[in-house]
């Protein structure tokens, strides 16, 4: 176990109780958590750890982590993981399954932490294996840090109980969860309707061990999603579901150094300063959502013609690491001339919540990811929503929810 710097929060006398995070891969489930860790942190009075599996997937997680170091580490090191096994798979998706893999050897590494670890924190997507190692192993109470909405909660909770009642092992049609609604077969995340997918067997493992946990822990608030934490709190969804806290919005504070952001004359933040109040449109579609270059070019094309300021992050793989296009050949000769002044365009990782931040922001036009959910509502930033992948449909019903009734088509 290798200790980096000592948490602001940390009580090396052994009083404080000790919290050991044991967050997964990819930003989007790592911000909630660092989020969290740095609330905490600021409060006093608490211990914290953090496993960390190294190297990072991404580029953007291993700066995110060199960016924060008021957390103690504890290193995981990973079993060899035969990735040839799984070709095609999302690479975030083949770190899941390797941590899963690995995490018999978490139960030792965290009973040797110094001081004794108190309570464990997990991913949900490491649950069916870090809450019997929590619980059986370690002795030790075991909550869940669950990074996107209570709807997605309520459907992950619910999903046994539909595949045990329909007699399958994949989600075959249209179901109810009580006190919810309809949930249409296209709205959860489509990877689902096969059986044999890494996703679909990592999903229903941890489906099945949810409920073991000692509380689950969501980011999200009361007034965004009353009817959906009501449902899950009062046991209609699930009898003798785990309590279930919304912690959000989770925000940025003094702990994560989040104002470290570069501001160079170039910067988006620096760029977003000197527009206008509500006249920028952010175009963003999440850390792992790549587009293919006509779509590219066909968004390009539409922020083009519209005549309003943009600032567009542009993703042309799934990880960053392997992202070595230049933008001019992504965006095709003279675009960047066309669009210079009212239209700034990068590939680099942003920090979305300091993007939000600005007045100039106007509009978000987003994949629908639940971080960008709340960071939206946090600032109060319309968002147009465009989801796609995984859990994005189910998201968009929470936006309309909000506006409307619950669980209209959220796409055209």
Same mark, same amino acid.
């Given at each position: ?6 948490? %602001? ?57 060199? =960016? +924060?170091?008021?957390? #103690? ?35 030792? &590494? ?7 670890? %108190? ?6 997507? &490491? ?6 190692? !929590?619980?059986?192993?370690?002795? &030790? /109470?075991?909550?869940? &840090?669950?990074? %996107? ?55 229903? =493992? ?24 009501? !449902? ?12 279930? +806290? ?37 175009? !963003? +579609? ?18 083009? =013609?519209?005549?309003? #300021? ?10 960053? #690491? ?12 003279? +675009? ?48 147009? !929503? ?19 009734? /619950? ?6």
């Amino acid at each position: 176990m290798a200790l980096a710097a000592t948490p %602001s929060s940390g009580n090396q006398g052994g009083c404080a109780p000790h919290l050991v995070f044991v967050p997964s891969a990819g930003m989007g489930h790592l911000l909630p958590f660092t989020r969290f860790i740095a609330a905490l942190a600021d409060t006093g009075g608490v211990d914290i750890s953090v496993v960390t599996a190294l190297p990072t997937v991404s580029e953007a997680e291993a700066d995110h982590f060199a =960016a +924060f170091p008021a957390i #103690r580490c504890i290193d995981f090191n990973l079993l060899p993981f035969d990735e040839a096994a799984f070709a095609g798979t999302d690479p975030f998706l083949l770190r899941w399954e390797s941590l899963r893999c690995s995490a018999h050897l978490l139960g030792p &590494l965290i009973a040797g932490a110094t001081p004794r670890a %108190s309570a464990i924190i997990t991913d949900v997507t &490491l649950a069916s294996q870090v809450i019997p190692i !929590a619980k059986d192993e370690l002795h &030790l /109470p075991c909550h869940i &840090l669950f990074i %996107s909405c209570a709807t997605m909660l309520s459907f992950l909770a619910y999903f046994p109980t539909y595949l045990d009642g329909a007699s399958t092992n994949h989600l075959a049609g249209d179901f109810n969860i009580p006190c919810i609604g309809l949930i249409p077969v296209d709205y959860p995340p489509q990877v689902l309707r096969n059986p044999d997918s890494l996703f679909t067997k990592q999903f229903i =493992a941890n489906g099945r061990l949810i409920a073991e946990a000692d509380g689950i822990l969501v980011n999200t608030f009361d007034a965004l999603e009353p009817d959906a934490l009501a !449902a899950l709190r009062s046991g209609m969804v699930i009898p003798g579901f785990p309590s279930v +806290f919304a912690v959000g919005p989770l925000k940025s504070t003094s702990t994560m150094g989040s104002d470290k952001m570069v501001v160079g004359a170039s910067s988006p933040i620096a760029w977003l300063g000197e527009q206008p109040a509500r006249s920028v449109v952010y175009v !963003a +579609f999440g850390n792992r959502s790549a587009a293919a270059l006509d779509q590219i070019r066909e968004i390009g094309a539409g922020l083009e =013609a519209s005549g309003c #300021r943009f600032l567009w992050v542009v993703k042309t793989t799934v990880v960053d #690491r392997e992202d070595t296009a230049e933008l001019t050949d992504v965006l095709g000769d003279g +675009f960047l001339g066309r669009v210079q002044g009212r239209g700034l365009v990068t590939k680099e990782w942003v920090d979305q919540e300091a993007v939000l931040k600005p007045p100039a922001i106007g509009l978000y036009l987003s994949h629908c990811g639940w971080n960008s959910v709340t960071e939206s509502a946090m600032y109060g930033v319309p968002m147009l !929503a465009w989801p796609t992948l995984g859990d994005q449909r189910l998201i968009a019903t929470v936006i309309r929810a909000c506006l409307t009734d /619950p669980l209209k088509d959220p796409a055209p």
